[in-house]
């Protein structure tokens, strides 16, 4: 079974940068789509960005421009460049995969049978 570590998160002022990292270990790693989910406090789980076997990239409107998705050939490491946090991008971000996945929605939960641990992320001034 895939076995997701995220690392990276922090605490930074607003209009920083983060980037964070996901390390997919396990029996496979054939996974057919990963990428990345946060949860605020007191709210739902959304989610943020992901990238599939085949580079397609997908993200959130709240992030779009400022967010960058992207994986090493090897499919073992995953990142999230975040550019120009805001405080409404405090939260705490998974890294998610699916070894299948529908293109319907593709920042569903419905989507992803693995979870990482998460990691912190805090913009505040």
């Known amino acids: 079974q895939l076995q997701l570590v995220e690392s990276g998160g922090g605490s930074v002022q607003p209009g920083g940068s983060l980037r964070l990292s996901c390390t997919a270990s396990?029996?496979?790693?054939?996974?057919?789509?990963i990428g990345w989910f946060r949860q605020a406090p007191g709210k739902e789980r959304e989610g943020v960005s992901c990238?599939?076997?085949?580079?397609?990239?997908t993200y959130s409107e709240s992030v779009k421009g400022r967010f960058t998705i992207s994986r090493d050939d090897a499919k073992t490491t995953v990142y999230l460049q975040m550019n120009s946090l805001k405080p409404e991008d405090t939260a705490v971000y998974y890294c998610?995969?699916?070894?299948?996945?529908?293109?319907?929605?593709?920042?569903?939960?419905?989507?992803?049978?693995?979870w990482g641990q998460g990691t912190q992320v805090t913009v505040s001034s």
């Open positions: 990238i599939t076997g085949g580079y397609s990239t």
């Open positions: 396990g029996v496979t790693l054939d996974y057919g789509i």
């Open positions: 998610v995969a699916s070894e299948t996945y529908h293109s319907s929605d593709l920042l569903s939960t419905a989507e992803y049978d693995y």
